[in-house]
Protein backbone atom coordinates (compact mmCIF):
# COMPACT_ATOMS: atom_id res chain seq x y z
CA UNK A 1 0.00 0.00 0.00
CA UNK A 2 1.67 3.47 -0.73
CA UNK A 3 2.32 6.14 1.42
CA UNK A 4 -0.82 7.51 1.59
CA UNK A 5 -2.49 4.51 4.15
CA UNK A 6 -6.21 4.07 3.42
CA UNK A 7 -6.39 7.20 1.10
CA UNK A 8 -8.71 7.20 -2.03
CA UNK A 9 -9.99 3.34 -0.71
CA UNK A 10 -13.35 2.31 1.54
CA UNK A 11 -14.10 -0.20 3.52
CA UNK A 12 -16.42 -2.75 2.65
CA UNK A 13 -17.62 -5.37 4.45
CA UNK A 14 -14.83 -7.91 4.31
CA UNK A 15 -12.47 -6.02 2.83
CA UNK A 16 -11.18 -2.56 1.03
CA UNK A 17 -12.59 -1.27 -2.47
CA UNK A 18 -11.42 1.12 -4.35
CA UNK A 19 -13.40 4.46 -3.77
CA UNK A 20 -14.51 6.43 -6.58
CA UNK A 21 -13.68 9.33 -7.94
CA UNK A 22 -16.42 11.38 -6.83
CA UNK A 23 -15.93 10.39 -2.83
CA UNK A 24 -11.40 11.52 -3.57
CA UNK A 25 -11.88 14.99 -4.63
CA UNK A 26 -15.53 16.40 -3.85
CA UNK A 27 -13.66 16.88 -0.50
CA UNK A 28 -11.10 18.78 -1.93
CA UNK A 29 -8.39 15.53 -1.64
CA UNK A 30 -5.19 16.38 -2.46
CA UNK A 31 -3.09 14.49 -5.43
CA UNK A 32 0.56 14.44 -5.97
CA UNK A 33 1.52 13.89 -9.68
CA UNK A 34 4.21 12.88 -11.72
CA UNK A 35 4.42 14.59 -15.14
CA UNK A 36 4.59 13.47 -18.20
CA UNK A 37 7.97 13.88 -19.77
CA UNK A 38 8.32 14.87 -23.72
CA UNK A 39 11.41 15.00 -25.63
CA UNK A 40 12.00 17.72 -28.37
CA UNK A 41 14.60 18.90 -30.62
CA UNK A 42 14.93 21.79 -28.89
CA UNK A 43 15.21 20.49 -25.43
CA UNK A 44 18.27 19.68 -22.96
CA UNK A 45 18.75 18.17 -19.72
CA UNK A 46 18.06 21.24 -17.22
CA UNK A 47 14.94 19.59 -15.99
CA UNK A 48 17.04 17.13 -13.64
CA UNK A 49 17.81 20.62 -11.60
CA UNK A 50 13.78 19.98 -9.92
CA UNK A 51 14.72 16.19 -9.00
CA UNK A 52 13.14 15.12 -12.50
CA UNK A 53 14.77 11.85 -13.43
CA UNK A 54 15.32 11.63 -17.56
CA UNK A 55 15.49 9.32 -19.75
CA UNK A 56 19.44 8.51 -20.45
CA UNK A 57 20.42 10.38 -23.73
CA UNK A 58 17.20 12.00 -24.40
CA UNK A 59 17.11 15.90 -24.89
CA UNK A 60 13.40 16.32 -22.84
CA UNK A 61 11.46 20.23 -23.85
CA UNK A 62 8.70 19.79 -21.29
CA UNK A 63 7.59 18.14 -18.07
CA UNK A 64 3.65 18.41 -18.80
CA UNK A 65 2.81 18.82 -15.09
CA UNK A 66 -1.32 18.06 -15.74
CA UNK A 67 -1.36 16.23 -19.04
CA UNK A 68 -4.12 13.90 -18.98
CA UNK A 69 -1.38 11.00 -18.92
CA UNK A 70 0.37 12.48 -15.90
CA UNK A 71 -0.19 9.94 -12.82
CA UNK A 72 -1.06 10.38 -9.72
CA UNK A 73 1.79 8.91 -7.06
CA UNK A 74 0.39 9.87 -3.47
CA UNK A 75 -2.73 10.99 -2.46
CA UNK A 76 -6.38 11.31 -3.32
CA UNK A 77 -6.54 8.60 -6.58
CA UNK A 78 -2.72 7.17 -5.93
CA UNK A 79 -2.38 5.00 -9.04
CA UNK A 80 -4.63 6.55 -11.65
CA UNK A 81 -4.15 9.28 -14.41
CA UNK A 82 -5.53 12.47 -14.32
CA UNK A 83 -7.50 11.94 -17.48
CA UNK A 84 -9.35 9.02 -15.41
CA UNK A 85 -10.04 11.14 -12.09
CA UNK A 86 -12.04 13.66 -14.96
CA UNK A 87 -13.61 11.46 -17.08
CA UNK A 88 -15.02 9.29 -14.09
CA UNK A 89 -16.27 12.48 -11.88
CA UNK A 90 -16.56 15.72 -14.43
CA UNK A 91 -18.57 17.31 -12.21
CA UNK A 92 -16.70 16.50 -8.80
CA UNK A 93 -13.67 16.82 -10.73
CA UNK A 94 -13.48 20.05 -11.95
CA UNK A 95 -16.50 22.31 -10.45
CA UNK A 96 -18.72 24.43 -12.43
CA UNK A 97 -16.10 27.58 -13.03
CA UNK A 98 -13.65 25.21 -14.34
CA UNK A 99 -16.61 23.16 -16.54
CA UNK A 100 -17.50 26.58 -17.70
CA UNK A 101 -14.05 27.20 -18.85
CA UNK A 102 -13.46 23.67 -20.41
CA UNK A 103 -16.95 23.69 -22.26
CA UNK A 104 -18.37 20.92 -20.42
CA UNK A 105 -15.10 18.73 -22.11
CA UNK A 106 -14.29 16.26 -19.39
CA UNK A 107 -10.49 17.48 -19.42
CA UNK A 108 -8.48 18.82 -16.64
CA UNK A 109 -8.88 22.42 -16.60
CA UNK A 110 -5.58 23.75 -16.58
CA UNK A 111 -2.41 22.47 -18.69
CA UNK A 112 1.02 22.99 -16.49
CA UNK A 113 4.09 23.13 -17.75
CA UNK A 114 7.81 23.44 -17.08
CA UNK A 115 9.89 23.98 -20.28
CA UNK A 116 13.69 23.89 -20.87
CA UNK A 117 14.70 25.84 -24.64
CA UNK A 118 17.98 24.84 -25.51
CA UNK A 119 17.27 26.35 -28.46
CA UNK A 120 14.50 28.43 -29.92
CA UNK A 121 11.49 27.18 -29.82
CA UNK A 122 9.46 27.23 -33.36
CA UNK A 123 7.60 30.36 -33.99
CA UNK A 124 3.97 30.11 -33.63
CA UNK A 125 0.78 31.54 -32.51
CA UNK A 126 -2.62 29.53 -31.57
CA UNK A 127 -6.68 29.92 -31.85
CA UNK A 128 -8.92 31.18 -29.37
CA UNK A 129 -12.11 29.47 -28.51
CA UNK A 130 -14.25 30.02 -31.33
CA UNK A 131 -11.86 29.71 -34.01
CA UNK A 132 -10.67 26.30 -32.68
CA UNK A 133 -14.05 25.23 -31.74
CA UNK A 134 -14.30 23.52 -35.90
CA UNK A 135 -11.67 21.36 -34.36
CA UNK A 136 -13.64 20.56 -31.38
CA UNK A 137 -10.36 21.56 -29.56
CA UNK A 138 -10.73 24.23 -27.27
CA UNK A 139 -7.76 27.77 -27.97
CA UNK A 140 -4.92 28.32 -26.55
CA UNK A 141 -4.35 31.44 -24.13
CA UNK A 142 -1.28 31.16 -22.03
CA UNK A 143 1.16 32.92 -19.74
CA UNK A 144 5.04 32.12 -19.03
CA UNK A 145 6.92 32.72 -15.76
CA UNK A 146 10.59 33.07 -16.46
CA UNK A 147 12.24 30.05 -14.47
CA UNK A 148 15.97 30.51 -15.56
CA UNK A 149 17.49 32.60 -18.31
CA UNK A 150 20.89 32.55 -19.64
CA UNK A 151 22.50 36.51 -20.35
CA UNK A 152 21.12 37.44 -23.72
CA UNK A 153 18.13 35.50 -24.27
CA UNK A 154 14.96 36.70 -24.88
CA UNK A 155 10.99 36.48 -25.67
CA UNK A 156 9.56 36.57 -28.92
CA UNK A 157 6.43 38.73 -28.76
CA UNK A 158 4.06 40.09 -31.40
CA UNK A 159 5.25 41.76 -34.49
CA UNK A 160 7.65 44.63 -34.14
CA UNK A 161 5.83 48.56 -35.07
CA UNK A 162 5.11 48.89 -38.45
CA UNK A 163 5.55 45.35 -39.33
CA UNK A 164 2.70 44.33 -42.18
CA UNK A 165 1.33 40.65 -42.59
CA UNK A 166 2.80 40.61 -46.05
CA UNK A 167 5.92 41.37 -44.59
CA UNK A 168 5.80 38.40 -42.39
CA UNK A 169 3.85 35.93 -44.93
CA UNK A 170 6.68 36.69 -47.27
CA UNK A 171 9.76 35.46 -44.19
CA UNK A 172 8.04 32.80 -43.29
CA UNK A 173 7.68 31.04 -46.52
CA UNK A 174 11.48 30.94 -46.46
CA UNK A 175 11.40 28.11 -43.82
CA UNK A 176 14.90 29.56 -42.41
CA UNK A 177 13.82 31.77 -39.39
CA UNK A 178 14.07 35.01 -41.25
CA UNK A 179 10.59 35.59 -39.26
CA UNK A 180 12.17 36.37 -35.73
CA UNK A 181 13.82 39.54 -37.25
CA UNK A 182 10.18 40.99 -37.96
CA UNK A 183 8.88 40.19 -34.19
CA UNK A 184 9.71 42.26 -30.90
CA UNK A 185 12.59 40.86 -28.90
CA UNK A 186 11.76 40.85 -25.00
CA UNK A 187 14.48 40.14 -22.36
CA UNK A 188 13.74 37.19 -20.79
CA UNK A 189 14.38 38.05 -17.08
CA UNK A 190 13.86 35.25 -14.22
CA UNK A 191 10.86 36.05 -12.31
CA UNK A 192 9.03 37.78 -14.96
CA UNK A 193 5.66 36.87 -15.95
CA UNK A 194 4.03 37.49 -19.30
CA UNK A 195 0.08 36.53 -20.46
CA UNK A 196 0.27 35.73 -24.18
CA UNK A 197 -3.74 35.98 -25.76
CA UNK A 198 -4.48 33.22 -28.47
CA UNK A 199 -3.75 35.21 -32.00
CA UNK A 200 -0.30 36.02 -30.70
CA UNK A 201 2.90 35.25 -32.93
CA UNK A 202 5.36 34.44 -30.34
CA UNK A 203 8.12 32.14 -29.55
CA UNK A 204 10.46 31.35 -26.67
CA UNK A 205 13.90 32.46 -27.15
CA UNK A 206 16.93 29.75 -26.86
CA UNK A 207 18.65 29.71 -23.13
CA UNK A 208 15.26 30.04 -20.87
CA UNK A 209 13.34 27.49 -18.45
CA UNK A 210 9.80 28.65 -18.03
CA UNK A 211 6.46 27.50 -15.98
CA UNK A 212 3.94 27.93 -18.16
CA UNK A 213 0.54 27.47 -17.52
CA UNK A 214 -2.28 27.46 -20.13
CA UNK A 215 -5.82 26.62 -21.34
CA UNK A 216 -5.54 22.49 -21.65
CA UNK A 217 -5.13 22.74 -25.89
CA UNK A 218 -2.89 21.15 -28.08
CA UNK A 219 -4.26 23.56 -31.04
CA UNK A 220 -0.59 25.14 -32.11
CA UNK A 221 -0.01 26.50 -35.71
CA UNK A 222 3.60 26.61 -36.78
CA UNK A 223 4.68 29.46 -38.58
CA UNK A 224 8.60 29.19 -38.53
CA UNK A 225 10.79 26.71 -37.70
CA UNK A 226 14.42 28.65 -37.36
CA UNK A 227 15.78 26.06 -40.79
CA UNK A 228 15.68 23.23 -38.69
CA UNK A 229 15.41 19.79 -40.39
CA UNK A 230 15.38 16.02 -39.11
CA UNK A 231 17.53 13.49 -39.69
CA UNK A 232 17.01 12.97 -43.23
CA UNK A 233 17.26 17.17 -44.24
CA UNK A 234 13.11 17.22 -44.26
CA UNK A 235 11.90 20.50 -42.19
CA UNK A 236 9.28 20.53 -39.58
CA UNK A 237 5.66 20.72 -41.08
CA UNK A 238 4.13 24.20 -41.13
CA UNK A 239 0.75 25.81 -40.78
CA UNK A 240 0.75 29.12 -42.37
CA UNK A 241 -2.76 29.22 -43.93
CA UNK A 242 -4.15 28.41 -40.39
CA UNK A 243 -1.71 30.37 -37.97
CA UNK A 244 -2.23 33.29 -40.93
CA UNK A 245 -6.09 33.41 -40.18
CA UNK A 246 -5.59 33.43 -36.88
CA UNK A 247 -3.49 35.77 -36.00
CA UNK A 248 -3.87 39.32 -34.65
CA UNK A 249 -1.43 41.21 -35.75
CA UNK A 250 -1.92 44.22 -33.14
CA UNK A 251 -1.27 42.13 -30.23
CA UNK A 252 2.52 42.82 -28.64
CA UNK A 253 2.20 41.52 -24.76
CA UNK A 254 4.62 43.01 -21.92
CA UNK A 255 5.62 41.77 -18.81
CA UNK A 256 2.91 42.09 -16.17
CA UNK A 257 4.39 43.75 -12.66
CA UNK A 258 3.29 41.44 -9.53
CA UNK A 259 0.91 42.98 -7.36
CA UNK A 260 1.87 42.34 -3.71
CA UNK A 261 -0.42 40.28 -1.38
CA UNK A 262 -0.78 40.81 1.94
CA UNK A 263 0.83 38.02 3.75
CA UNK A 264 1.19 36.76 7.63
CA UNK A 265 4.17 34.93 6.75
CA UNK A 266 6.90 35.27 3.84
CA UNK A 267 5.49 37.07 0.40
CA UNK A 268 2.84 36.56 -1.96
CA UNK A 269 2.43 38.00 -4.75
CA UNK A 270 -0.24 37.65 -8.29
CA UNK A 271 1.39 37.09 -11.10
CA UNK A 272 -1.31 37.32 -13.94
CA UNK A 273 -4.98 36.61 -13.99
CA UNK A 274 -7.84 35.98 -16.60
CA UNK A 275 -10.86 34.19 -17.06
CA UNK A 276 -9.04 30.71 -18.09
CA UNK A 277 -6.23 30.83 -15.01
CA UNK A 278 -4.52 32.90 -12.05
CA UNK A 279 -1.20 32.40 -10.97
CA UNK A 280 0.10 32.75 -7.08
CA UNK A 281 4.04 32.99 -6.25
CA UNK A 282 4.41 32.22 -2.33
CA UNK A 283 7.63 32.21 -0.88
CA UNK A 284 7.77 31.21 3.15
CA UNK A 285 10.88 30.34 5.53
CA UNK A 286 10.96 27.28 7.23
CA UNK A 287 8.32 26.47 9.25
CA UNK A 288 6.46 29.23 7.34
CA UNK A 289 2.14 28.34 6.56
CA UNK A 290 -0.02 29.74 4.26
CA UNK A 291 -3.21 28.62 4.29
CA UNK A 292 -4.61 28.21 0.87
CA UNK A 293 -8.48 28.53 0.70
CA UNK A 294 -10.92 25.82 -0.63
CA UNK A 295 -11.84 26.61 -4.37
CA UNK A 296 -14.95 25.91 -6.66
CA UNK A 297 -11.98 24.40 -9.44
CA UNK A 298 -9.13 22.35 -9.22
CA UNK A 299 -6.13 24.49 -7.92
CA UNK A 300 -2.24 22.77 -9.01
CA UNK A 301 0.63 23.64 -6.68
CA UNK A 302 4.23 23.73 -7.52
CA UNK A 303 7.01 23.53 -5.91
CA UNK A 304 10.40 25.39 -7.44
CA UNK A 305 12.42 25.56 -4.60
CA UNK A 306 13.23 24.06 -1.19
CA UNK A 307 10.83 21.64 -0.03
CA UNK A 308 7.08 21.81 1.48
CA UNK A 309 4.03 19.98 2.59
CA UNK A 310 0.54 20.54 1.00
CA UNK A 311 -1.78 19.22 3.46
CA UNK A 312 -0.67 15.80 4.30
CA UNK A 313 1.57 15.35 1.52
CA UNK A 314 5.49 16.23 0.88
CA UNK A 315 6.73 18.10 -2.03
CA UNK A 316 10.23 18.60 -2.91
CA UNK A 317 11.39 20.98 -5.78
CA UNK A 318 10.04 20.08 -9.15
CA UNK A 319 7.08 18.35 -7.61
CA UNK A 320 3.51 19.50 -8.00
CA UNK A 321 0.39 18.47 -6.07
CA UNK A 322 -3.57 19.20 -7.36
CA UNK A 323 -6.06 20.34 -5.18
CA UNK A 324 -9.76 19.09 -6.03
CA UNK A 325 -12.09 21.23 -5.70
CA UNK A 326 -13.97 21.90 -2.49
CA UNK A 327 -14.79 24.40 0.49
CA UNK A 328 -11.97 22.47 2.61
CA UNK A 329 -8.57 25.21 3.24
CA UNK A 330 -5.59 23.00 2.71
CA UNK A 331 -2.34 24.14 4.56
CA UNK A 332 1.15 24.95 2.76
CA UNK A 333 3.57 24.54 5.06
CA UNK A 334 7.53 24.98 4.59
CA UNK A 335 10.11 22.33 5.02
CA UNK A 336 12.65 24.04 4.27
CA UNK A 337 13.00 27.54 2.92
CA UNK A 338 10.77 27.78 -0.80
CA UNK A 339 8.78 29.32 -3.24
CA UNK A 340 5.79 27.38 -4.78
CA UNK A 341 3.35 28.73 -7.70
CA UNK A 342 -0.39 28.29 -7.23
CA UNK A 343 -2.54 27.68 -10.45
CA UNK A 344 -6.16 27.71 -10.94
CA UNK A 345 -9.25 28.74 -12.80
CA UNK A 346 -11.04 31.74 -11.12
CA UNK A 347 -14.43 32.85 -10.47
CA UNK A 348 -12.85 36.75 -11.32
CA UNK A 349 -16.04 38.10 -10.26
CA UNK A 350 -15.89 36.39 -7.12
CA UNK A 351 -11.93 35.88 -6.49
CA UNK A 352 -11.05 39.55 -7.17
CA UNK A 353 -13.31 42.01 -5.19
CA UNK A 354 -12.26 40.41 -2.37
CA UNK A 355 -8.98 42.07 -2.99
CA UNK A 356 -10.11 45.32 -3.52
CA UNK A 357 -12.59 45.54 -0.36
CA UNK A 358 -9.82 43.90 1.97
CA UNK A 359 -6.71 44.02 0.81
CA UNK A 360 -7.36 47.44 -0.37
CA UNK A 361 -5.44 46.92 -4.11
CA UNK A 362 -7.45 49.08 -6.65
CA UNK A 363 -9.09 48.03 -9.86
CA UNK A 364 -6.60 49.73 -12.07
CA UNK A 365 -4.06 47.65 -10.10
CA UNK A 366 -5.70 44.28 -10.20
CA UNK A 367 -6.45 45.16 -13.81
CA UNK A 368 -3.02 44.84 -15.21
CA UNK A 369 -2.84 41.07 -14.36
CA UNK A 370 -4.60 40.43 -17.19
CA UNK A 371 -2.18 42.23 -19.71
CA UNK A 372 -3.91 42.67 -23.15
CA UNK A 373 -7.26 41.24 -21.96
CA UNK A 374 -9.94 42.86 -20.29
CA UNK A 375 -10.99 39.96 -18.02
CA UNK A 376 -10.48 41.41 -14.70
CA UNK A 377 -11.37 44.77 -14.89
CA UNK A 378 -14.92 43.65 -16.57
CA UNK A 379 -15.09 41.72 -13.67
CA UNK A 380 -14.82 44.02 -10.84
CA UNK A 381 -16.62 46.94 -13.13
CA UNK A 382 -19.55 44.66 -12.90
CA UNK A 383 -19.38 44.37 -9.02
Not at 102 to 115: E, H, Q, T, Y
Request: with cysteine.
Amino acid sequence: MSRCGLSGWRVQQGGLAMAGAAEETQAGGVSVVEPRLDAKPWGGRRLERYGFDLPRGETIGEALVTAGEAMITAGAGTGRSLADIVRTDPEGALGAVAREAVRGRAIFPLLVKLIDAQENLSIQVHPNDEQAASRDRLGKTEAWHVLTAEPGSSLYLGLQQGVSLEELQAAAQRLDGASAALLRKVPAVPNTTVLIPAGTVHALGAGVMVYEIQQPSDVTFRMDDWGRVDAQGNPREMHLDEGFVVMNPTLRPELIDPVDLAAREGRRHMLVACRHFALERVALPGGGRYTMPGHASSQVVTVLEGAATVGSERLGAGQSAVMWPGRMETVLEAVRPMVALRGWVPDLAADFPVLTRRAAIDVSTLATLSGLLPDVRAALELQ
